[in-house]
């Protein structure tokens, strides 16, 4: 398809007393090796879920503010404006330019899709000018969340993956979510 996908696999989880679960799969998870409704998959996008909730107990324990400015946990990064808020991360106001939009981003990806890029090597690879000033405007921007991810790494003792387990993870029973390069996937 358009997107590069070979296959994909979906699950509906209905929760009550009658709760059912359904599974379906189709297509190829690599070379020729069909999808199963057994294989562990990364969570993609949802992992922003995570990083926001576990941002939102870190603003509640005082750890940080939602109002606390890039400047106050990260160093400057061209073309990002150190003054944007988490706030303005967390909910895509603060212009910042999405990494995914880079003319060489799919083509990097796609010639090395096993390597582990550091956050900080998107920000540089990928950069580009602001759509606009901070709370000027919304645009969905994955580098807002890889920021958060960086500041939430500056704001603890711990691995992210420590605090995901310990706040979202455990608690939720969530006993197949794994967080990437920082836990091993059992």
Request: glycine letters at 6%; aromatic letters at 12%.
């Amino acid at each position: 398809n358009a997107q590069g996908l070979r296959g994909i696999s979906a699950a509906v989880y209905v929760h009550g007393p009658n709760g059912c679960t359904w599974q379906g799969v189709s297509g190829f998870s690599y070379d020729t090796v069909h999808i199963r409704p057994s294989m562990k998959f990364c969570i993609g996008s949802n992992t922003k879920l995570f990083i926001a909730t576990l941002m939102l107990k870190l603003a509640e324990m005082n750890i940080l503010s939602l109002e606390d400015s890039l400047h106050e946990w990260l160093p400057n990064f061209p073309n990002v404006n150190p003054n944007i808020t988490i706030r303005q991360l967390l909910n895509h106001t603060s212009g910042v330019y999405h990494y995914g939009n880079h003319q060489n981003y799919a083509s990097f990806m796609n010639n090395d899709s096993g390597r582990f890029w550091q956050p900080q090597e998107m920000l540089n690879t990928f950069d580009s000018a602001a759509y606009f000033s901070p709370g000027m405007g919304y645009h969905y921007s994955n580098t807002n969340y890889l920021l958060a991810g960086m500041i939430i790494k500056a704001a603890i003792d711990t691995l992210v993956s420590t605090r995901l387990r310990l706040y979202i993870i455990n608690p939720l029973n969530l006993v197949s979510t794994f967080f990437p390069k920082e836990e091993s996937v059992t």
